[in-house]
């Protein structure tokens, strides 16, 4: 069997599934253990959890570092590495076509709040960073300083919809509201858009006439705490591999996607 992993957290609110993570490393559904839990906010609920098992934990306040930025844009508080050229041409989160100046504001400022967010993580050596009810999109600059190897991914996120339909903050709430037939739950590895990273694992669940939004939350939430547990298990036994695949139609158009494999365990 591997060594145990080491498994880093960010949250923003009550960690239900930071939670779940936590139970399965205790109980030896992964191999891993919790080194550290980070939020961008100290109203985060979660990390009370944290703080009772003993588990590292800090705040980075992004609302704090974001509004410091909008009231004085001085480009000397911007990390010394930071190249916003090449961030804006790798980023997917705006459209090509977006205000330039808005964009290069909203990355910048970003990276001042990665800055300092990879900067706590450092005292800390991690396996893999799960986003655990994380409010925040991350931008290049943090991806590419986390992502050191293009063949092992390391941020992993659970999504409350079957993407890639309901991207976004309320995948619940959409789903219900456009009338889906069937609801669920994606864990995904972290890409340069907005929940658009290659799918790992996915659980659905029906929507009858007389469910609520509330009630599909339920639904969803019970499925989350068991997904994205056994994802992170398939991770820390080196059995999740992501393949880029190239596929070409009938009429000669060339596609390529990631898959994400899932090996055989090791005899």
Known sequence: MPSPIRIGA????TGTNLEAILNACETGGINGRMVFVGADTSKARGLEKAEKRGIPSFVVDYSKIIRDFKKNPDPRQLPEDYDGGAIIERQSLFPKDSDPEKVAAYFAARA????????RMADYPFDLLVLAG????LSPYFIDRVNTDPMRPRIMNIHPALLPA???TDGYGDTFRYGCKLGGCT???IDYGADTGPIIGQRAFPITETDTIESIKEKGL???WALYPECIALYADNRLIPVKMTYT?????????TVVKIAQPDA
């Not at 960010?10 to 609110?13: F, K, R």
């Not at 139609?249 to 996607?257: E, M």
């Open 112 to 119: 001042i709040a990665e800055s300092e967010l990879i900067s």
């Open 249 to 257: 139609s009938k009429n000669g158009d060339i596609y390529q996607r």
């Open 222 to 224: 019970a499925l989350e």
């Open 10 to 13: 960010l949250i923003s609110g």
């Open 134 to 137: 994380f409010m925040r999109n």
């Open 187 to 189: 864990v995904h590895f």
């Open 166 to 168: 309901f991207a976004g």
